[in-house]
């Protein structure tokens, strides 16, 4: 055991430096609260600091930071979508991905594996090839392979898929990505912390103040706060946070489950989809098989974990890795998907002054935490959408501007 380790434990007190300030009263006023302490929250928070000079800020998080879907999802990081809403915006991401390790100071384990989608149908090669030209046509690396590539990357696969339909080819996106989702939140708010910014963990949204058509404060378990601006990025918590002003949304949400196997020699070097098995796979770094499925087929607001899920996902994983079979699983968990009819974020302004929402996140939350934390403060500071997340503003339901992201969904959802 390292000397240090046994000096701090015989000495009893707690006078490391912290990653995380200590936990203070609430202030009686801050110029913006953002309402959730995850990726997004605390990335926005961040960007507001560090771009716009917007210090006086609180992310009131119920629970622990990084506790809710941040810490919950497989960590893909990939822009082959299929519109170019979808493409510019997520492939903005991917790119503040790719030096977040830098720019956070913190190792985020990001690692680029390359993204295989297969295809099992005529219908699904022919997606493919859509996405693969929107995807081409915004500059990101995506192209249609033949089932060969695939069993070329995928060691083990089986392409007749154990009688299901065999892969006939796939969308190949080099620039697909894993990283360490928890370090993601605490490189965020450790750097948002550094600049000002206050995060309060263990406090709850009771309430949302307003007057005159516009947000004027926050009631909390912890006591109520005046503010300028109200940010709310809750993932499945959206409809309650958006039911206290009163604001309609047309999410609904489902369970997510995901697992993990116990570790094995590294052999899975990309991360493999398929749509018509409902699976997801990557090898993490400590070896462990990362994978989920499609949501939960009913509405629920619970992170409880199921066996169905594990058998069901087992079953297809044989059908698609056979030697998988032999495989324990370790651990199970879910996270709360707030799905859209269109699957596409709800993002930016909305009706109400001083109010924004940062919501729809689906199952595609964690890839957009760099750019929806970006957009977001640029939206804050300016009391207008930004361009990148304009599309996706609360008004397009109303006036029937969808955005059609169902065809990039990972999974049939
Ligand atoms: O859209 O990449 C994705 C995804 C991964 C897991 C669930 N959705």
Redesign the pocket.
Known sequence: MPLRLIKLGLKGTKDEPRFFPPSKELESHYDVVIIGGGGHGLACAYYLARDHGIRNVAVLEQGYLGGGNTGR??T?V?SNYLTPEGVKFYDASLRLFQDLSTDLDINLFYSTRGHFTLAHSDDAMRTMRWRAEVNKHYGVDSAVVDRQAVADAVPGIDLECGGSPSVMGALYHAPGAVARHDAVAWGYGRAAAQRGVELHQKTRVTGIQQQGGRVVGVDTDRGSISCGAVVSMVAGSTPRIADMVGLPTPIEVFP?QACVTEPVKPFLNTIV?SGSLHV?VSQSSRGELVM?SAVDPMVLHSTRSTFEFVEGLADHMVDLLPFTARMRVNRQWAGMSDMTPDFAPIMGTTPLDGFYLDAGWG??GF?ATPISGKTMAATVANGVNDELIEPFRYSRFADFQMVAEKG????GH
Do not use: E
Not at 408 to 411: H, N, T
């Open positions: 999802n497989t893909i990939r997510l989809v997801y989920g199952t595609w890839k990039a969904a990972s999974v």
